[in-house]
């Protein structure tokens, strides 16, 4: 911490300050006072009583500050402090010099002079030493005693009669005696000490000979004086650090609390919401990326516009906002800057513009009237990273005088000599926790000196970095923040918003800033109990140096499981926001990783000059080079409700300009991967989804039915009969057969008038199916779903309900070219969506290609099918048994989970599959839903019509096992209890396999 012996010297203080050199070579020849032998009154003073003696001086000095010196004025205090000042610890020198500081304070108020002249007493009488006095405050006491306009008049007059060359001290004072208060100018041994004040800011210099000279940065600088001065101070204590240990080291104890500290300082953040309804809707707007020339800056408007629209149930009950600031690439990746928006005149827009333009986002937000949590983005920590570099420019400038002019430019290995710095971590951090959020909150950046002179016409030039700081620390060192804003000058109120400080302890109402957080939710659910659920909310996720562009879910995936394969506490989900592609997947025990897309639009990069775009390496051209897929802006809202429904709200511009030309919402429910003849097969939840679908959404709002393959088991591989013997259903005819029982069973006392709303049914094969003798017989095994919907379809009077237009086994394909094929899919225009179904996508791989999920092959077929997907808007694909979705573009793929447990074949291959079912819902204004069903939804649901209610069942002797537990108990296996809906099925498996005989 040394400055050039000619331009001062810097000693330690409580907090670090600026001290005047006290030598031959700065040309002060102060008087020098040494501390006699203690007398014997004070020698036996124990700590108490000289504790108290120097109280009674102080209590006396602040009642009467001018008192009688003989008396015990402040000089008879310091005389005492003196004389016992050798006999008292370290500890009590500290405590002893406060009260001392104290009086000279009270004393200032009065009488400024008389108080200077006794801090230099005292400053140059106690010995400055590694023990004891350790903590002097020198330049900062001093800046406080003496006005502002003294300084100012002293600078003033050093610079004017300096510029010429140097002069000796007696005449400068003579030749501007007229310019210095009066008060002041006889007394040289203040105006000297004020005079190396700016010898150890670095604006002037004494030579041996006495002889005073301005510096290059006093000769550079419009003024000097008391604001540049306080600069100098303030960023003397920011960059000062002490060389230590953590603290002493001396048992296990004193290591395992270091740890547990520093865990508890570096705590991901938490957030907690309590709702009084049975579900949590949470909105992310990620990687807005303000600044960035490819942000859909329009579509984000109509995202917040079409919020505000939306009922209020319909609303998000939290928004989640992160990365809205692209940053300004200062000092890295500075071809980058290229990608930045640049108005008419050329000029970017940089940082602070980026900050007004968050503001004026949030604020809409905010008007949304729910809650807004903001996650601080990568880009957020880059810019955090340049202000750090230039405010570490700025005080080694200020309080090191390192370089005599400003370097706008940093090498990069200066940029690692300032991260050397010890002072670094701490500004960085300070950056991150409490400068970003004020600045955010402020809707601007803080301003340097040159731009707090400007907006205060000149009465001020000090750097609001310095500032802010000073606040903070005064504060955290246990200060009222109050108390601490009476202390500061009024100019300093005009430049510093004192809401927008996060300090310690403080709570916004308006918006939360979180550095990745834990949102811990309560909602009431619907049998009036408490449900909590967590959710990691992280800007990003990389567990290694490897490209996550590919899979950005990739790494969280992999957490998840292992915490569950552990047992541990899993979250609800873990959300990623930076990887600008929207993209979730399930787990069988209910977790969901979660991807978000961004505001981005890559059709602006291929547009734009390859010196922008591909030098520029903007984020949205990227995405087309890595994922080789372009990037829609969009938004995706999730809701979770108390039976572990989770849906998906997708906000897209092409699909919403959709939803607003329909007038009616309609529901799109699949059926598929029932694998009954299969002991994986879980009837119990399908006849649950049945009656969803008639009971529940057919009687709301018009529905459209695909049953989309794999409904039975069939004959899909040799050892199927060895495999599943024990549940009795080997024969196909069998299978199909109970498949007609269970649905039947269940619409048997369908509502004729719902059946209205019931649109279409569209129904294809699986491989299951298809795998079933088809190449050998041409038997398909669906066609008997489209009898038991044509049966269903006909009225009272048996008149057909146009059941040949709504109820359609689709095996073959016709494209707009004139290509004729056999194939099982589905396209279907439903309220203007073009919605594709398929039983799975790809025939390739176990999963999405380069270790991807499965959905990601839709991307694939996309890409193959070229034009003939253009008015594909939804794909739905079933086979993989594992819910999951993707959007690429402005596409929704689809993968649903299936109402079938564990199979050996996953087993073996390290996969789980996921029970579960989808629901899709289009039109009416709103924004596409994908609906995942999990196990608890079907756990938690009651059957309200048909044969399979719960009243039905009891009357026909079907009752629940006493120990039943639908959580763990299956279908297949009969020697477990029991439910009642069970042991009817069981009892329908028996009667379909009962065959009727002939008797010889």
């Not at 003696?53 to 005492?80: H, T, V």
Request: charged content about 25%.
């Amino acid at each position: 911490m040394s400055i050039p012996a000619e331009r001062g010297r810097l000693l330690s203080g409580q907090a670090p300050q600026l001290t005047p050199q006290k030598s031959e070579a700065n040309g002060a020849s102060f008087p020098t006072i040494h501390i006699g032998s203690v007398d014997g009154r004070v020698r036996n003073m124990k700590w108490p009583s000289i504790q108290g003696r120097a109280a009674e001086y102080a209590s006396l000095i602040k009642e009467a500050p001018l008192a009688d010196e003989k008396k015990g004025g402040l000089n008879g205090l310091i005389d005492f402090a003196q004389r016992i000042w050798g006999q008292i610890d370290e500890t009590q020198q500290i405590q002893l010099e406060a009260i001392v500081k104290q009086s000279v304070f009270h004393v200032a108020q009065t009488d400024r002079v008389h108080a200077a002249k006794s801090l230099i007493t005292w400053e140059d009488t106690i010995p400055h030493t590694d023990k004891g006095n350790r903590f002097p405050s020198h330049m900062r006491d001093l800046l406080i005693i003496i006005r502002h306009k003294d300084f100012d008049s002293v600078g003033t007059l050093l610079q004017k009669s300096l510029r010429s060359g140097a002069l000796p001290f007696e005449d400068i004072i003579d030749e501007h005696r007229d310019e210095i208060d009066p008060q002041l100018v006889d007394e040289e041994i203040v105006i000297k000490r004020m005079i190396d004040c700016f010898i150890g800011a670095g604006y002037v210099r004494i030579a041996k000979s006495g002889k005073i000279s301005l510096t290059s940065e006093g000769m550079n600088a419009s003024h000097i004086g008391h604001d540049e001065l306080r600069n100098a101070q303030l960023s003397y204590e920011a960059l000062d650090t002490k060389e230590g240990d953590v603290r002493k080291i001396k048992t296990m104890d004193d290591i395992k609390n270091i740890y547990q500290v520093s865990k508890e300082l570096s705590a991901i953040d938490e957030v907690d919401m309590s709702l009084d309804k049975p579900s949590r809707k949470t909105l992310y707007l990620s990687e807005i990326l303000l600044g960035n020339n490819t942000a859909d800056v329009d579509f984000l408007d109509k995202t917040i516009a079409h919020i505000e629209s939306m009922p209020q149930e319909e609303k998000p009950d939290v928004i989640v906002v992160s990365g809205l600031l692209q940053g300004g690439f200062k000092f890295r990746q500075k071809d980058r800057r290229s990608t930045l928006v640049v108005d008419e005149e050329g000029n970017v827009m940089d940082v602070n513009p980026q900050f007004q333009g968050a503001r004026v986002i949030l604020d809409k937000l905010l008007g949304l009237g729910v809650k807004i949590i903001y996650n601080i983005s990568n880009e957020d920590l880059e810019i955090c990273r340049d202000y750090t570099i230039t405010t570490m420019q700025m005080m080694k400038k200020k309080g090191k005088s390192l370089a005599d002019t400003d370097k706008q430019f940093v090498a990069y290995w200066q940029q690692d000599q300032l991260q050397q710095d010890k002072a670094w971590d701490i500004h960085r951090n300070f950056q991150t926790n409490v400068v970003f959020e004020y600045c955010l909150r402020s809707g601007r950046n803080l301003r340097s000196a040159d731009k707090v002179e400007a907006f205060t016409n000149g009465r001020l030039r000090m750097e609001e970095y310095l500032m802010l700081r000073h606040i903070y620390q005064k504060v955290l060192a246990g200060k009222d923040v109050d108390d601490v804003w009476q202390e500061i000058p009024e100019t300093w109120k005009e430049i510093v918003v004192k809401e927008n400080i996060p300090l310690p302890g403080k709570t916004f109402t308006d918006f939360e800033v979180v550095n990745n957080v834990n949102l811990r939710t309560k909602i009431k659910s619907r049998d009036g109990s408490t449900k909590e659920t967590t959710d990691k909310i992280w800007h990003d996720l990389n567990l290694g140096s490897g490209s996550m562009y590919h899979n950005p879910t990739f790494a969280a995936e992999a957490l998840v499981r292992q915490w569950h394969s552990e047992g541990k506490n899993a979250p609800q989900t873990i959300t990623i926001q930076h990887q600008q592609l929207g993209f979730g997947i399930g787990t069988a025990e209910g977790s969901w990783v979660i991807s978000n897309l961004g505001f981005t639009n890559s059709d602006e990069a291929i547009e734009q000059k390859g010196s922008i775009a591909s030098a520029g390496r903007s984020s949205a051209w990227r995405h087309i080079t890595t994922r080789r897929v372009g990037a829609s802006a969009g938004a995706t809202m999730h809701e979770f409700t108390d039976d572990q429904r989770h849906i998906v709200s997708v906000f897209n511009e092409k699909l919403l300009e959709k939803a607003d030309a329909s007038a009616d919402r309609t529901t799109v429910a699949f059926w598929m991967d029932w694998q009954n003849g299969s002991v994986t097969a879980r009837p119990d939840l399908q006849v649950k989804l049945v009656d969803m679908v008639f009971s529940d959404v057919l009687p709301q709002r018009p529905t459209y039915l695909f049953l989309a393959g794999d409904m039975i088991h069939g004959r899909n591989y040799k050892g199927m009969p060895n495999e599943n013997q024990h549940i009795g259903l080997i024969q196909i005819d069998h299978q199909k057969k109970f498949v007609k029982e269970l649905i039947e069973h269940s619409l048997q006392n369908v509502n004729q008038n719902d059946l209205e709303s019931l649109k279409h049914v569209g129904i294809i094969s699986g491989n299951h199916e298809w795998n079933s003798e088809y190449v050998t017989t041409g038997a398909v095994h669906s066609e008997y779903l489209r009898d038991i919907f044509c049966r269903l379809l006909v009225n009272k009077n048996n008149e057909s309900l146009d059941s040949d237009d709504r109820v359609v086994f689709y095996d073959t394909v016709a494209t707009r070219y004139g290509d004729f094929l056999k194939s099982w899919v589905v396209k279907k225009d439903i309220e203007g969506y073009g919605v594709f179904v398929k039983h799975l996508p790809l025939e390739r791989g176990g999963r999405g290609g380069g270790n991807k999920p499965p959905v990601y092959q839709a991307q694939g077929l996309y890409e193959g099918l070229g034009d003939l997907a253009k008015d594909i808007d939804i794909s739905v694909f079933g086979h993989w048994h594992h819910p999951q979705y993707g959007i690429f573009g402005n596409k929704i793929a689809v993968v649903s989970g299936a109402l079938a447990g564990l199979s050996s074949y996953e087993l073996d291959r390290g996969h789980r599959s996921v029970i579960g079912a989808t629901m899709i819902h289009l039109g009416g204004g709103m924004p596409p839903e994908i609906e995942f069903l999990s196990a608890n939804t079907f756990h938690a649901y009651d059957i309200k019509n048909g044969y399979f209610t719960k009243e039905n069942l009891e009357k026909e002797g079907f009752i629940d096992d006493r120990h039943f537990d639908p959580a763990s108990h299956g279908f297949a296996n009969r020697s477990e209890p029991k439910s009642g809906l069970q042991k009817a099925l069981w009892h329908l498996r028996d009667e379909v396999v009962d065959t009727a005989q002939t008797r010889l």
